[in-house]
């Protein structure tokens, strides 16, 4: 189990290390910073003089390096445009993002995770056409389209949820079932296949042969085998909510990561987006190694081999 | 002993609707166990034997439709029971040992918890009696260091424990009937007779009946009381085990004999006899003898209509059943039939 664990946390360290590489470069190749950052209409004088200052004259391995000297003494950098610590503009927008993210995700495994089971249990029944329903539904539509029918529905007609900001809790609600609703589908069909699966595998039939209620035989017996690789996809999809919200965060004016990165991106705000990427790519590559860990608790042949 | 049997199985059937077609694996099969006795029954794949194991069970596949005109155990009639009684029977009064211990047992539980689980959930016993009779059960089928067994994985243990702790399993709550579903096809040769010896060993000391379910009658000799020898879903020879062994009536019986090397008789290169064909899809109903085309004896007589199940009139036994019109005193075949067709090719 230590080695296991050394070994995948090994994974994990080199995976944030080579997006950081990812990071750097393609924020450095794709403009010159120093001329978006002199802003439009500035002499080449002014450009070479923001150059120097920065020091984006300077060969880009030796940039590189520094900054992840940086980093790992804790030192995100400052935001030009902002004139502010880019840590404390994360600290702004981070827990916005988080929450948004982990109430997504759990409106997303309450709804998805049963119907799941129930379609397997009862496949080609009303309930099994009602959850694949909703899934084709989940998938076909835009979730911006989504979040404004919720909006109308809810914040317009009846009253009983705001609309904008993220001041409250009661703020979440919307931004999340419009986002966790987009993860639905794919958790639903991993789960009612999964399930499916299990309940054909000998180890369920030797159960039933012994008795075992019902409720013992699907989730003890069944499910937990079937959660296994829906652990894994529900990891990868909390780490695209956390990057790729900005529609919805536009949408209900959520001052999130990603409403953030996409400002900073217009402003070439290069230190900003820099921490942004570096920070969505270390909580996907933690939350893969959460899941991981998570599965070989669930199953003992990943531990014990 | 005219007690009421353990099991008792009348004109047990089997169907399965497909789109097209209905199938019947089983198409009426009698089994009566009684106290004590090993009946083996005995077929190739397909012949119905494990979906008969599964239906007195209460196990069949959900789309499977049974019928049958009495399942009693121990004189208690199942047949109008409900799912919550036969929940309540099985792995209680009734257990089943499965083919394959590598996917039988649930890999994500320790052996400990495995066996608990069911023993709580038909007796009302604390942690603590439960793993003393977990312990005293793995001992008694010879597992070496129960102690340790119990806190580990089924992944960690040989494809013989694991059989073992099965056998444990099954006898947690000290059933009537145990159903061995071809208990050591997935063993290797030298454990297969371990495992023999000690589902024998135990049917004996503890009197309970055993059904053996299994393709091969080399398993059966020693084991087993009686042979039912299914064909397509019927039951085609009743006897005696060492009667059916010496003296087996039914051609396909004849056939699965003749396939078996006998040490000692069986000279090195001799072609083993075979039964050509394959069993057919059990589809509409039965007009002619079953066997009919695998058969080297079969007749115009075989094909006029289906062939009953009747009373062997030999003199070594009196509980002989055939389901063949050839006289019983076996004139009229011979049997080289069954290897003349490979020598000829």
Known sequence: MLIYLLKRLLMTILVIAVTSVIAFLLVHLSGDPAAAMAGEGASPADIASVRETFGFDRPIVFQYLEWVGRILSGELGRSYYLRMDVSDILADHLPVTATLGVMALSFALLLSIPLGVAAALRPNTVIDRVALWLAVAGQALPSFLFALGLMYLFGVYLRVLPISGGTTWAHFIMPSVALGYYATPAIMRLTRSGMMDVLQSDHVRTARAYGLSSWRVVIRHGLRHAIVPVVSLAAVQLGFMLGGSIIIESIFSLKGIGYLAWESIQRADIEVIQAILLVIATAYAVLTLLADLLNAALDPRIRIS | ?345
């Open chain 2, 1 to 345: 002993m005219e007690a009421s049997p353990i099991l008792d199985v009348r004109n047990l059937k089997v169907d399965i609707p497909l789109t097209d077609a209905v199938l019947h694996p089983v198409r009426g099969i009698d089994l009566t166990v009684a106290r004590g006795e090993t009946v083996a029954i005995v077929g190739e794949s397909g012949c119905g034997k494990s979906l008969t194991a599964l239906a007195i069970m209460g196990l069949l596949p959900r789309n499977a439709r049974l019928t049958s005109e009495r399942i009693a155990l121990k004189g208690e009639s199942l047949t109008s029971a409900g799912r919550k009684r036969w929940r309540q029977l099985r792995g209680d009064r009734i257990a089943m040992i499965f083919q394959d211990p590598m996917t039988a047992l649930d890999p994500c539980y320790r052996i400990g918890d495995q066996m608990r689980e069911i023993l709580q959930q038909h007796r009302r016993v604390s942690n603590k009696e439960a793993r003393q009779r977990s312990l005293e059960l793995l001992g008694k089928v010879g597992i070496p260091s129960p102690e340790d067994r119990l806190s580990q994985f089924p992944h960690q243990l040989s494809g013989g424990l694991r059989q073992r702790v099965m056998i444990a399993m099954a006898l947690l709550c000290e059933p009537e009937l145990i159903i061995a579903d071809e208990p050591t096809t997935a063993l290797d040769v030298t454990i297969q007779a371990q495992i023999l010896r000690l589902l024998r060993d135990i049917q004996r000391e503890t009197g309970i009946g055993l059904v053996l379910i299994t393709h091969d009658l080399g398993v059966v000799a020693g084991m087993a009381d009686r042979i039912v020898v299914m064909y397509g879903g019927e039951v085609v020879e009743v006897g005696a085990c060492d009667d059916v062994l010496a003296r087996p009536l039914h051609p396909y019986t004849e056939g699965l004999m003749h396939s078996i090397p006998v040490p000692g008789e069986t000279r090195q290169g001799q072609t083993l006899g075979f039964i050509p064909g394959v069993v057919p899809r059990q589809v509409g109903e039965l007009t002619r003898c079953g066997f009919l085309e695998r058969c080297p004896y079969a007749h115009a007589k075989c094909g006029a209509g289906p062939i009953a199940l009747r009373d062997a009139d030999v003199s070594d036994g009196d509980d002989r059943m055939m389901r063949c019109v050839l006289p019983a005193d076996g004139s009229g075949r011979s049997p080289e039939a069954w290897v003349r067709d490979v020598e000829g090719a």
